[in-house]
């Protein structure tokens, strides 16, 4: 069994239900898992680290990402868009993805994830191009290299531009290709024990490119094999004419009437809930991935973040796609969040370390899981940790609960650990050689972007 051993860690925020910080502690991690943390450990271990200057995290759990979306960033001519411009425009080129385009943008945007902490990603796909082979696999297989724990979709699109939704006819399916293929992926890839390093949800895409029949098979199916189900919901208020115009409801009171709420869904963004619906996120146990980078990027407003904490939304973090962000740190969204809710709402917004919580147990909770999230014995083994001795932390350890987003990280994390191994140490991935991924991926995008 592999094992290792942190010894006298200099502070150890565990973000468990007592929220301790402790001082001095050492964690013992086999075979994948938390074994034992407390002081002057005699322990052997395959791998011992030196913890006398690092302050020990959970390791952070994205709960919303497009990582196809790496390979079409930064682009001038969507800068000024909105999402539903924004989606028309980047269709005609996510239309073109493949397998190798997929595997590649896989790998750096977890690469990028995992090398700022991120030990658990969760993916939503969506774009099936015909016969570009098993997608989900590939990512599956980047997750697996990179030795990062994945949760990944199985997303849908059925509404072309010809049925009144965005996508072109070339990346949407029918329902029943959509769900034997749904079913198939479950079976082969979902694994539903302690410990997981990888799991399937149900992930229609949106509202405005799916029909409300895609919607109601897939929460059936869903519940049928006991996974979770996801979508985008309230992002922008286009989305909440279109289900006006459509359906005569708003668009939460539509999810309700195909059965899309309770404590096995999460919806993206959530950002025009009225109050009404936010008690009822609330009463039902469904939850809210908070994507406050995008959201801001695509001008589509700020999410009632404060409000749903204080009456017990299940709240969870999120980077969201690559194009609608640019990048892939949650440290970096967990800096905004705070700062942005600070801007907002003043003394009502989250703490610091109220959103250091979000990020991990919160965003555990969405995905179902209560084996990550936290540091605690009988957890999975994952956690970064950072060098206090940094020039950029100078003076701002005293508090390391708040200290990620009241001061927030410029760089990579000194160690990420996941399911007990290291894989990213001194801020380079240890599994797999960066520059050669970098020259790999940077020729794909010249051959995908046509440029």
Known sequence: MASLLIKKIESLVTCDSEDRILSGADIYCEDGFIKQIGRNLSLDAD???DGSHLICYPGLVNTHH???????????????????????????????????????????GMGELMKNGCTTCFDHHYVFPAGQGDLIGAQLGAAKELGIRMHASRGSMDLSKKDGGLPPDSVVQTIDEIMADSAALIEKYHDSSKGSMSQIVLAPCSPFSVSGELLRQS??????????????????????????ERYGLRPFAYMETLGWSGPD??????IHFNTDEL?????????????PISNMKLSSGIA???????????????????????????????????????????????????????ATVGSASLLGRDDIGSIAEGKCAD??????????LAGA??????????????????????????????????TLDEAALSEAAGKKIREYLGK
């Open 265 to 270: 869904v999460w919806y993206a963004h959530g």
């Open 279 to 291: 008690h009822a996120l609330a009463d039902t146990g469904t939850g809210v991935a908070h994507c």
């Open 304 to 358: 009632r973040i404060p409000e749903m904490l204080k009456l017990g939304v299940k709240v969870g973090l999120a980077v969201d796609g690559s194009a609608s962000n640019d990048g892939s740190s949650l440290l970096e969204e967990m800096r905004v969040a705070y700062l942005l809710h600070r801007l907002n709402s003043g003394a009502d917004a989250p703490t610091g370390y109220d959103i250091l919580k979000m």
């Open 47 to 49: 791998e011992v680290i």
């Open 397 to 430: 350890c005293y508090d390391p609960g708040s200290m990620l987003c009241t001061v927030g990280l410029r760089g990579a994390v000194d160690y990420t650990i996941v399911n007990g191994k290291v894989t990213v140490k001194q801020g380079r991935i240890c």
């Open 219 to 244: 929460a059936i199916l869903a519940r049928e094999y006991n996974v979770r189900l996801h979508t985008h919901l309230c992002e922008t208020r286009d989305e909440e004419n279109y289900t006006l």
């Open 383 to 392: 956690m970064f940790m950072v060098d206090s001795r940094r020039i950029e």
């Open 66 to 108: 497009h990582l196809y979306q790496q390979f079409s960033r930064n682009l001038p001519e969507v800068q000024g868009f909105e999402l539903f411009d924004w989606l028309k425009y980047l269709y005609e080129i996510w239309k073109n993805l493949d397998g190798e385009a997929v595997r590649l943008s896989s790998l750096t």
